[in-house]
């Protein structure tokens, strides 16, 4: 059992071997002039640690530390292995990736190790056991940062080897294999192990990286293996640690909307805690890191770290606008009110150098703590130094939960179907925003999490089906569970074949219909749908559904099948499957969602929803903080739910009927 | 001479070894449920029959055949060559191509040999010779069909050393070789053989694959080499083949749009029949497929094989909608109308696994016979049944000639001229378009055609002038021919080195014209034209042209140059030979073709053109077929000569005055 | 001292070794006829000179250099070194360069030579000393024309090795590098001098060429050291020459709009003589070739030769509309005006093949002198042959200098910031335009130029500023200069670190300013500006200054800092400096830029601005010649200036009041 991290972390990223000694004193001063708590250090030094193999030099670390440590800074520690020295890629060329076109990478960039490669592990694991030895003892150290934010692809020879020998684990015999790629259809079959080859541009894949593939099952295994190697990889660093330090909690920061090549759900149980880099675009819809964090505290069901975001600009998007006045408070709090326990900005001083100098920071350029986003950070600091221990301990609950899954997020955005404009991430975000939108709590959970604790479980384009999944929704929705999904469910199994005998496959039962075909419709086509007294429209595909057994909920209005089936529910037991067979647009899908609530008894938060986002953290006393975000540019109305019997935990004052521009209030009961 | 297929195919590709022995007795039920009688198969099976070099097992293909054979089904035996097993990749790597990119591909995906290496000549010849030895006396077999829709380029170390030998054989010495190339231009001369490189990304090309390119010769020579080898390994297969059985007609299969890389008039006599895969997009217009049906049947002016189309959907095209109801009969019955003596499919039954997997077939996933899609192909299984006898022997009729060349092909797209907007099949089709819509017949033929069986021959873009042509064409004309070209006719050889002395080179004295220079405009701009009473306009290219003997059928009426000729008509002998000068707009070609079309006293088999197609098959007892198809999704009147006197052999009834949308009728006169 | 070119040259490149010889005699006719008086030969020659290592063959070229000194051609001779043989390539493949992504290119195209290669600079230097050897002592010859449009980068194991070499120079020690470099980021530490890669797709850098790269001062460098090695490979063919031949000016050409990879400024001081090849396209504005001639021409602040043009159309553009009627004169004298003693096209003679073959040319492929193109040749060749000897020794005057810089050219596109919108001659252009619309003379100037000569100096986005450039610029200023930047002023040094302490950095007192931070908006988007009575609008980037000493003279008007300043204005001694924080729409542009000319005093060339280009040289004795140009297609009025008292030299006719499209006078006042 790890020692948990007690206080709630304000700071980021700090890099003060950029720095001469004598400044870092004055920059500890401005840190605590924000009451800036928390610095994460040492997560790209190996160079600066080891100028060779097997040659170390601690001293400008030990000072660091020291003079952190002296001024009382939790400190989260870096390995330092996400970027590797110009010396070991000129002594072991093979730690660098190979990549989809087939090409060693040489010395340069980061992130970009091969999680295979021999010298990579044992050059990593020697530095690791040497950090873990000098600083296990350390009370000011409370988490260990392993790498950082793993991802990408290697598709070398040393790769190529451990995937035989992945799959031979996997699948026991050719025999199994080949069944499972389904190898008769091209003649693909496999007669030996050494006959498989990475699936990269130059074999059995196509096109660009992440595009269509010819055999699946080939390509859904290969990022099954990366990213278990990487995981691996992780474990190893991990463990190194935890020989030294077995107390302290331990993780990797994750990130992007989310990273495609990374399981996260397979990874939770090897994180300590969750951490999560967060870098919405300027026209990121608000919904998004929204889901996100959602996602990120239903890895493990419990409050995670935000760990990375930018106080002002980010300098690698394509355009980096001004965060408006309030909005970088507003938006931290955003993942604060989903269930961060912390803020923590990537960087707190910022680089002369590198490729990210233009990216903001606690102190800029400029060097000088008369600036507006300086001033803005010591607000924030004020509010969470309030805020902070009221809300340690608190979790978010929801009886709503959304399902996300890797092996589909794969799988669909691989298919050669009938449409090439499958993107997972954002048919699932469709359906977010209903709840959202509402002021719904939602879990983003995986395929495996129980849905008994549910009211409703919703798993839309659940398209790959597993053993077991069709049986545990039947019996969820039998128990009074209510189930939703959408077309290009049930297709497939875990290697992406199709179940024989109708779509959606092992589900038809739970549904209650059968898919006969789908149409398709190029963009900016659309079929005509009628729901209730409304006409709306659904688009990307058209689902052609026998009902068989479901009732119809709506029907298509146009097209040779206008009158059958679009949207059906399934009484099954004492609960009810929902099956959407077509994109609807917003408005029908919330007027669809509308029923769905009122079958699976779910309400929001708020019955007013002026476009404001509420959410909510009990402790575990029972007391509730509800925040009220305002993401957006413009003034908004207060819900009426909080106009009376209310005060701001951060101001001791009640809220005012019209909310500015990223106003962002903590509420909770007057007594 | 060759045994002929004697019945009217009903069927398409059929891969029973994708599934249990006990399901293909059920299977077989299904297709003659359908009246289906024939089935391709043995595709794609080189690693299922050979699983190491040199050994074979041919039970499970035996037990295939037999089961077919006794159902009297009649058998297109494929010979496997087109997908390469893992082992022959991993024992021979040479086999695998190298890519414009100058890389070595590895086992994966299929259409991937190369067509000179050593080892996969002698592995798949070695494997069509078992398989003809085996089954060349079953009398069920009706056609082998080799390999499968050869494509692509391979730019090796092993094609560089034949390319050099081809090239040897070609021009004999040095000294023709740079003079054909040009390489005096900058300082390319060749001294040696060897000194010769393959045009890739890495050599003399730049740019993307097909893309301008420095030295034209050379990549003209390497599409010709290409083609050629391609075409050699064919017929080292052919030939294999007819060692065992010299009677049965053996062939590959043609596809695409057509197919750039393969020059399917040079390949066309040793195909003992002309087979074709259609695949028309969802937005593709009627007269597309009507153009490549025409090409196909002209290749060798005798009925084709349609051998593939799909029942439904593809899954490989970016949308897929669903064909609408009567949508696959009338495209189906589209094909035969231009001399298809077949409707073949891919796929009869529906794979679980593999790349096309949602591509349709006539079993599909559901594995049940109560679609619509399988009811629709019953009744046209019906159809064919009683359409089939009467047809076959029967021929399509042509007066006018289109000309489609694959060296212009080449040529125009690769050359830097003027403008990058020049798509040869574009071009092409304008002008088809024209006959199309007013129901005129035409074949598509190659300059090497006889053109005096025609009363218009018509070569739009004729850039690429071989020696020879210039004389034949000329020799039409005087002898009471008409004849048509555009712009950039005439400008250069078969290396495409300019003739000298004023554009259209050869063709001058032809036309009765001199172009001096040619505008260029980009997309959206555009010339007025006046032809006749109308003023029409001109893009993409605008030639200044001198007439010497022609006279002007139209004049440019903007730009400087207004008030000069745009369209000439030269008096030559008993023939005129038209230029038309610029890309007219449709109005204004189609007032032009309607004047040519006069001038060569050809009418369309209708005179009322309510947009619906008519072709006409004629049998050699005179009795004439009318297809007569609305190939849209709107309702249309049936042309008024069809009115009386006209009995559909499907239905034996008189046609209804309004053809529903997708009707397709087969009338012939009532008696 | 060189020998400078005595006569206006009017001619071209020929390339009769691609023609019969006895084809010669007759070309050289055609040419007297149009009064072209020179030639440049043997610029792709190596391959016909040398069939193989060691041997050589001049008679033909003897034959062509005897053949035109007796017509009593200037000659200007290439060198032949831009397109290696064949048999180059096949003895020494490391000749051809290894590209971004990492791969050797092999024989074909041209311009692929790497120019750190040994065989290829011993072998280029044996070259061009046979040849300077036999032609030093022919009087026809009046320039060296140095191998061809240097340009490209090679990132071969060759230049790895001299870049490692090249940075030992430049840093002496590791840790200056480091320093430099800022390899403290991302564990990039160098710490033997062979750890250090070539910034590829493979390496540091990622995405495409030219785009965002990690280690900002290992691209930079990169860049600097490519540059230095062209230059050094051309300095070895120059220096060969001159060992036989030290009284002749020797140049290369210019290309490009500028090349972005050659340093032009510092390779100006290696040139006896500016050349420059100008290929507008169709939708070039007329300002864009104004700006590269004035560039060319302040590179030694000497009249310039026009290189290379086209007498008709291009063939390498997307799309190569005729020119119009005059068009060609019109724009061969815009060169001529802003300082060209020369008009040179590229051809002489169409090429029959090769790449070019569809490139206008004094004789096209006709043959015949009876084209439009030829008679405007030949009417041009009349005004040159009058204006010429007008005009030799006359030079352009300018009060005004735009700096034009490559280190910021290469740092503005390179950098990872929160835009990626940055398009540093565009941006440039903006400013430019302003003057040339006004017809006030600009020259346009390297960073280290003296700046004192001028009234106002302009330096637009002048990101990257080398040690002393701050005191330059303040003491310009304080010493009554007029100065002005834009955002991203001053805020790195020479390796891409910024300046700590504020914006703009070592240019913050000069221009009294310090920008706190900057917006940026996508595009469509802007924030409105208020300048005087104009509300106006910026785009791009929008930076939050705070006046330190400056005055306001314009205010944002809309967003949170709207009334915040936009544009300032610092009195320093004598001058004033000039910031603009945001990129300012045309009209608010113009409008600002009246009050810096009123500032500085500069009037242009006429107060009447009719849209035409005016333009003046000056000779020795103060006779102006006035270049009255209508670069449109549409008739406009003469400046009112020129209505009395004015002759245009080529007609010695008073100018009409208006002006014909594409009309162009060169005025000089009637004594």
Request: proline fraction near 5%.
């Amino acid at each position: 059992m790890k020692t948990p991290i007690k206080d709630f972390l304000y700071g980021g990223d700090y890099n003060p071997d950029q720095w001469p000694q004598e400044s870092w004193g004055e920059d500890i001063q401005v840190f605590k002039q924000a009451k800036i708590n928390s610095a994460t250090i040492n997560v790209f030094s190996w160079a600066a640690l080891s100028p060779a193999e097997g040659e170390y030099d601690f001293s400008k670390l030990d000072a660091i530390v020291d003079e952190l440590s002296a001024a009382d800074f939790k400190i989260i520690m870096g390995t330092s292995t996400a970027a590797m020295p110009a010396w070991l890629f000129k002594k072991y060329p093979e730690v660098g990736r190979v990549d989809y076109q087939g090409r060693r990478h040489v010395f340069g960039q980061r992130h970009n190790f091969c999680p295979t490669a021999p010298a990579y592990r044992r050059l990593a694991a020697d530095l690791v056991d040497h950090l873990a030895a000098r600083y296990a003892d350390n009370p000011h150290i409370v988490a260990w940062h392993v790498n950082n934010e793993y991802g990408g692809t290697c598709y070398c020879e040393h790769c190529q080897q451990a995937f035989r020998g992945w799959l031979k684990d996997r699948y026991q015999t050719l025999d199994r294999l080949n069944a499972a790629w389904a190898t008769s259809v091209w003649s693909h079959q496999i007669y030996h192990w050494d006959e498989i080859v990475v699936p990269n541009e130059l074999g059995d894949a196509w096109g660009p990286e992440g595009s269509h593939t010819i055999v699946a099952g080939l390509s859904l295994d290969y990022l099954r293996f990366q990213s278990a190697m990487m995981q691996d990889e992780y474990r190893l660093e991990k463990t190194t640690i935890e020989a030294h330090d077995p107390q302290t909690p331990v993780f990797t920061n994750f990130h992007s909307t989310p990273n495609k090549l990374i399981d996260y759900q397979a990874w939770a149980k090897d994180q300590d805690v969750i951490a999560y880099d967060s870098y919405p675009a300027y026209d990121t819809p608000a919904y998004q890191p929204a889901f996100l964090y959602d996602l990120m505290r239903s890895l493990k069901h419990q409050p995670f770290l935000l760990m990375e975001s930018t106080p002002s600009q980010v300098n690698w998007q394509p355009y980096s606008p001004l965060k408006r006045p309030g909005q970088m408070r507003a938006t931290e709090l955003q993942a604060v009110a989903h269930g961060a326990d912390s803020v923590q900005f990537f960087q707190l001083k910022q680089a002369r150098g590198g490729s990210e100098k233009f990216h903001g920071a606690v102190i800029s350029h400029a060097q000088t703590t008369k600036t507006r986003a300086f001033n803005d950070l010591e607000k924030l600091g004020d509010d969470l130094e309030k805020l902070g221990p009221q809300l340690l301990g608190s979790t978010n609950q929801a009886k709503v939960a959304l399902v996300f899954d890797w092996a589909n997020y794969w799988a669909l955005e691989y298919v050669a179907g009938i449409t090439q404009d499958l993107d997972y991430c954002q048919l699932i975000l469709d359906y977010y925003r209903q709840f959202y939108d509402r002021n719904v709590p939602v879990d983003v959970i995986s395929v495996d999490d129980d849905f008994s604790q549910y009211d409703l479980v919703v798993a839309p384009y659940l398209y790959l089906v597993k053993p077991g999944l069709a049986d545990r929704l039947t019996a969820y929705v039998k128990g009074g569970g209510h189930f939703l999904t959408t077309m290009m469910a049930g297709m497939v199994d875990e290697n992406d074949n199709v179940y024989l005998g109708g779509y959606p496959g092992p589900l038809k039962e739970l549904l209650g219909i059968w898919v006969e075909e789908s149409d398709a419709f190029p963009p900016a086509q659309e079929v005509k749908v009628a729901l209730g007294q409304q006409t709306t429209a659904g688009s990307l595909l058209a689902d052609l559904i026998h009902p068989e057994g479901a009732e119809v909920v709506a029907t298509y209005a146009s097209e040779f099948y206008a009158g059958t089936a679009a949207v059906t529910k399934h009484q099954l037991g004492q609960g009810t499957a929902w099956y959407v067979g077509t994109r609807l647009a917003p408005a029908g899908l919330s007027a669809l969602i509308d029923q769905v609530l009122a079958a699976a008894k779910v309400t929001g938060l708020t019955a007013d929803q002026p476009g404001v986002e509420v959410t909510k953290r009990v402790q575990k006393d029972g007391q509730s903080y509800y925040f009220v975000l305002n993401l957006t540019n413009q003034s908004a109305s207060l819900p009426k739910e909080f106009a009376q019997g209310y005060v701001d935990c951060l101001t001791n004052q009640a809220p005012a009927a019209r909310l500015a521009p990223w106003a962002a209030l903590v509420l909770k009961k007057t007594n």
